[in-house]
């Protein structure tokens, strides 16, 4: 028979139910996209040359990368312009618009330093935060790298120097960049510059009536005229006054222009640049009632980019019906907007109006206001984290309380919040840890710590765990020190540092026994063993998991009793082979958690046992297990367990003969692991995905499968995901006739797995093995290979690896003449892949069949 056809018979025989899950929790990551431009304003007017200039100019420039720097005072209408530019133009470049604000000029922030952008916009294209290199230059690579042979557009609006801007360039032919900056971008070489001025008179006078919604008549026409000017013919000024206007109908436009008039002559000492957009400013500030005046003030001391009327309350102290009705009158006078419903931001020369009166407050007040902004992040972050996580208040902890506070009832709604508040909640935290409030840092990365951890960025989660190391260290808290060092370890895991996450869960431990909180060490035991397995030290994380295990009873945790249940089941899958001990673990933690009422740890249970089940070749139980797991994950919301059960669910369908199903299921979960970041769980994927094309015959496809988990694996330095990445890709090698390279390769996953300890893989790669020698004709070899592979499968009471190994061992039988021999070991693998419900059973069935009427 030919090699091939020999080789593609035997890649069902000889795939194996392995699966090495590590559990590493739910984690983050929130949804990237390629299309981030604002909407097009419905109120834009003029700009026509302007217009035709850039759309011209960047059709024109089709085979290189067109730069084009637009440059201007504040408020000239520069985003405006190259937002509509970019919506016109937005067909030509269909794989993608992204805007970009490089705050230059954004008040209470530094600009945007091109090193972070460049991350923000790799994460933009659905690179996984893992895979950003760390240098700015090696960024810039990977930006240029993933934008080759697209056509993508880039506003890079508020840009302080070329400096800033160069690194973010695209190298692909056919994109086009609009840089917006209040600088002449003179040394900028390569792009061609408009200076953007201040609109035509016929213009500025449109845009006033179109706002104002009003057709002046006979004297009107004159007063509109001198309000644009005044304005200086600024867009941003004529915006506010005209949208003034707008909703008070009734009132006269000469007057009102005199009124701006009177107002214009108070700012006389400001220069001629600003004096409009401040005079314009004054004016909507002075019509406002006290209150609406002071809530104005408050939110220019807000530190995030946006802000809800919770927010808006709790500066000014006031209720949230107060709130929404101030904050309505500041939208109608175009002082914020509302680019979301329910979220409200500041232009950032308003923001910097607002700030210049608050500085004018009595200290006291602003600092009552921002207290009271913390109080009602650092409670409602508290309220979700209880929520997400099923947690009971912890009394032991003062609770301040706030003026106001959104009613979060349910785990939706207390993500949905998280979510949405993800960036406010970091930049208070930051705000708090410059200004030295050691206690905000603590409470509000404690709060966020689970959501952070699993949905990211794990970049700043680190960091902000890091401040609150920092903060406690300087607090002389030395139990939040030791919860901090926990919260960024966990970070560290999700980041695949594992030796950095071993080093802080030794300090976390050694902080908690000295201050003899058993509760405390009992925890820092298991994240301590977490690291110590995933080091691949089996020994001492059993011996850590017992020590939490007997603490935990000991204390009457039966939340940590489980996990203990559950950290000790995984070492003795992994490490041990043992698959009944193992799953009985898995049950007596499960019960824990279904009678606590905890169906995010519940659902990462069953996925312990599906392994299990799995792996004792019980593949319907298995697979009950596995859709199980998936129902909870996705009624909770949890992207990353739903990957891990997809890529489950996969792995059993592939093992039942449902192969076609077993390929969409492994792609989902790749997909899903590949957007959260997941690297470990990726390279998983990747494994899952190789073993089925082994079974369908595309061995060249399992063999690409296999490089690329293993090149993840010694990146994690995961010795037994590379082990296993070996072996699959060895006997890809095998089946595509390459047997030096395939010895070589499994030979060295059998030296892993024997370093290791692991019976279970030996098992597997010594059948692999079998199999080569048996097609290199060397039957002697080939047959003590599978008898050991039989010997060791016994031994961890793994039936596929026991079926596998018996049906290696016939084939040897027969083709050394022993034909009865061969019949009884072939009808004992044939019994059990029958028992187990293997794909192997037809195919084993038909060839014994023929065996025994040959031998009749």
Same mark, same amino acid.
């Given at each position: ?467 609150? +190391? ?160 998936? +129902? ?16 489950? %669910? ?7 003969? /449902? ?45 690409? %499968? ?38 070589? %390769? ?34 002697? /070899? ?9 010997? %060791?499968?016994?031994? +961890? ?60």
């Amino acid at each position: 028979m030919h090699i091939e056809a020999v080789a593609e018979g035997r890649a069902r025989q000889m795939i194996a139910g392995r699966d090495q899950t590590i559990y590493t929790g739910p984690v983050p990551a929130p949804a990237a996209t390629m299309y981030t431009l604002p909407r097009d304003v419905a109120t834009f007017t003029g700009r026509d040359a302007e217009l035709q200039w850039l759309i011209a100019a960047a059709t024109r420039a089709s085979d290189l990368v067109a730069v084009y720097a637009i440059d201007g005072m504040p408020g000239v209408g520069k985003t405006a312009l190259v937002n509509r530019a970019a919506h016109l133009l937005a067909e030509f470049f269909p794989d993608g618009q992204l805007f970009v604000n490089l705050h230059a000029h954004t008040p209470g922030r530094r600009p945007a330093d091109p090193h972070d952008v460049l991350a923000d916009l790799l994460a933009c294209t659905g690179m996984p935060p893992c895979e950003i290199p760390e240098s700015t230059e090696g960024r810039a690579q990977r930006w240029r790298g993933r934008l080759a042979g697209k056509k993508v557009l880039l506003i890079l609006d508020d840009a302080a120097e070329h400096a800033q801007v160069e690194p973010l360039l695209p190298g692909a032919a056919g994109c086009l960049v609009l840089v917006t900056s209040r600088r002449r971008l003179i040394a900028f070489d390569g792009a061609e510059s408009l200076a953007l001025a201040t609109l035509p008179p016929v213009q500025a006078f449109e845009l006033f009536t179109r706002i104002a919604h009003r057709t002046p008549v006979g004297p009107e026409n004159d007063a509109v005229a001198d309000v644009a000017e005044r304005c200086g013919h600024l867009p941003l000024a004529i915006a506010l006054l005209a949208g003034r206007l707008a909703h008070h109908p009734t009132w006269d436009i000469v007057a009102f222009a005199d009124v701006f008039a009177t107002a214009q002559d108070r700012l006389g000492e400001l220069e001629a640049g600003d004096r409009a957009v401040t005079a314009a400013f004054d004016l909507s500030y002075r019509a406002l009632s006290s209150d609406q005046q002071r809530l104005f003030r408050r939110l220019g001391l807000h530190p995030g980019s946006d802000f809800d009327a919770y927010a808006a309350a709790a500066l000014d102290g006031i209720s949230l019906t107060q709130a929404r009705r101030h904050l309505h009158a500041l939208y109608a006078d175009h002082l914020i907007d509302e680019p979301a419903l329910g979220r409200h931001r500041m232009h950032d020369l308003v923001r910097v109006y607002a700030q210049s009166l608050a500085r004018q407050d009595p200290p006291d007040e602003r600092d009552c206001g921002l207290a009271r902004l913390w109080t009602h992040y650092q409670n409602t972050a508290e309220t979700a984290d209880r929520l997400i996580n099923n947690r009971r208040v912890d009394n032991t902890v003062p609770v301040v309380t706030s003026n106001v506070t959104p009613n979060l009832v349910n785990r939706d709604e207390a993500l949905t919040w998280l979510r949405t508040e993800r960036s406010n909640l970091l930049a208070c935290a930051n705000y708090c840890a410059i200004v030295g409030q050691d206690f905000r840092v603590i409470r509000l990365a404690g709060a966020v710590a689970s959501f952070l951890s699993q949905e990211g960025p794990w970049d700043q989660a680190a960091a902000l765990h890091e401040a609150a +190391v920092s903060a406690a260290h300087h607090a002389g808290d030395r139990l939040a020190q030791a919860d901090a060092l926990q919260n960024l370890a966990g970070i560290q895991f999700k980041l695949g540092a594992y030796s950095v996450a071993e080093e802080l869960a030794e300090q976390a431990l050694t902080l908690c026994r000295s201050l003899g909180n058993r509760h405390r060490e009992a925890m820092a035991l298991l994240t301590l063993s977490r690291a110590r397995r995933l080091t691949g030290n089996y020994k001492a994380a059993a011996g850590l998991a017992e020590q939490a295990l007997v603490l935990n009873r000991s204390l009457g945790n039966r939340h940590g009793e489980a996990a203990a249940l559950r950290a000790q089941g995984l070492i003795r899958r992994i490490a041990y082979g043992e698959y009944e001990a193992a799953a009985a673990l898995a049950e007596q933690a499960l019960a824990l958690y279904r009678a606590l009422g905890d169906p995010l740890s519940e659902a990462g249970t069953l996925s312990d046992l599906r392994v299990m089940r799995q792996l004792l070749g019980e593949y319907s139980t298995a697979a009950d297990l596995a859709e199980q797991t998936l +129902v909870l994950y996705r009624a909770l919301d949890n992207r990353a367990g739903e990957a891990d059960a997809l890529r489950g %669910l996969s792995l059993v369908r592939g093992l039942s003969g /449902k192969y076609l199903e077993a390929v969409d299921l492994a792609e989902q979960a790749l997909v899903l692991y590949r957007s959260l970041g997941n690297r470990h769980g990726e390279a998983e994927a990747l494994q899952a995905l190789g073993r089925v094309r082994v079974m369908t015959g595309k061995f060249q496809e399992a063999a690409d %499968l296999a490089r690329q988990a293993r090149v993840i694996y010694q990146a994690l330095d995961f010795g037994h995901g590379e082990a296993n990445a070996l072996r699959l890709l060895g006997q890809a090698r095998h089946l595509s006739g390459e047997y030096s390279a395939a010895a070589d %390769l499994l030979e060295q996953s059998r030296a892993l797995f024997r370093h290791f300890g692991d019976d279970h893989g030996q098992a597997e790669v010594l059948t692999c093995i079998g199999a080569l020698l048996l097609d290199s004709a060397e039957m002697p /070899k080939a047959l003590a290979a599978y008898r050991q592979a039989l010997q %060791l499968a016994r031994k +961890v009471h793994s039936p596929l690896d026991e079926a596998q190994a018996l049906e290696g061992a016939a084939r040897c039988q027969i083709d050394a003449g022993r034909r009865h021999a061969a019949i009884i070991d072939l009808s004992a693998a044939l019994a059990i892949y029958q028992h187990i419900g293997a794909a192997e059973a037809a195919s084993v069935k038909v060839y014994l069949s023929a065996l025994q009427e040959s031998f009749l």
